[in-house]
T-cell receptor
Framework: AQSVTQLGSHVSVSEGALVLLRCNYSSSVPPYLFWYVQYPNQGLQLLLKYTSAATLVKGINGFEAEFKKSETSFHLTKPSAHMSDAAEYFCAVSEVLTGNQFYFGTGTSLTVIP | NAGVTQTPKFRVLKTGQSMTLLCAQDMNHEYMYWYRQDPGMGLRLIHYSVGEGTTAKGEVPDGYNVSRLKKQNFLLGLESAAPSQTSVYFC????????????FGPGTRLTVL
């Protein structure tokens, strides 16, 4: 089974600073990769996804992520943090061959300091 | 479209009681999923379904049962609730597996006393 590692359960950045949230996956076969955001007391919303078309993926709200096969990573970035970015972020993978299940990381809580 | 809806939003149970959580989707999706979310553990898959009449176990199925009698509904049952089942439960649906993302409901917060 896949495993997903999100380094840093809590990340704090100043408003306007770079946001970097880390995600590494375990599969030797590159999976499909997703980033979701969860605002307080809400369900998960898709930010962006990688499906092998391009290694740099742009998502909503100015976020982007780069797939690096050599590092088995899919880190999420945003050049300039906004107060409204404060939320929980989850990385998820889906196996290419079976695709029936998603495997989620444990999440990273992002705090934006004014 | 309402998307994915979950009923109820909140519930408090006593140990040993039973209940059913309802998930409904109006997007004609084939795949449906039940997750639980616990602090520091992310989302863990309980059961899932790849079509009407089918169900399969996920990562943490013990203590739960599911049914998918209609394509649009996916029910999660707790036969004898335990405090360890206190959690937030999310339902999700997807038109297919793999490349297509999952669409999530708003969640059900369950407390078992």
């Amino acid at each position: 089974a896949q495993s997903v590692t999100q380094l840093g359960s809590h990340v704090s950045v100043s408003e306007g600073a770079l946001v970097l949230l880390r995600c590494n996956y375990s599969s030797s076969v590159p999976p499909y990769l997703f980033w979701y955001v969860q605002y307080p007391n809400q369900g998960l919303q898709l930010l962006l996804k990688y499906t092998s078309a391009a290694t740099l993926v742009k998502g909503i709200n100015g976020f982007e992520a780069e797939f690096k096969k050599s590092e088995t990573s899919f880190h999420l970035t945003k050049p300039s943090a906004h107060m409204s970015d404060a939320a929980e972020y989850f990385c998820a993978v889906s196996e290419v061959l079976t695709g029936n299940q998603f495997y989620f990381g444990t999440g990273t809580s992002l705090t934006v300091i004014p | 479209n309402a998307g994915v809806t979950q009923t109820p939003k909140f519930r408090v149970l006593k140990t040993g009681q039973s209940m059913t959580l309802l998930c409904a989707q109006d997007m004609n999706h084939e795949y449906m999923y039940w997750y639980r979310q616990d602090p520091g553990m992310g989302l863990r898959l309980i059961h899932y379904s790849v079509g009407e009449g089918t169900t399969a176990k996920g990562e943490v199925p013990d203590g739960y049962n599911v049914s998918r009698l209609k394509k649009q509904n996916f029910l999660l049952g707790l036969e004898s609730a335990a405090p360890s089942q206190t959690s937030v439960y999310f339902c999700a649906s997807s038109p297919s597996g793999g490349i297509i993302e999952q669409f999530f409901g708003p969640g059900t917060r369950l407390t078992v006393l």
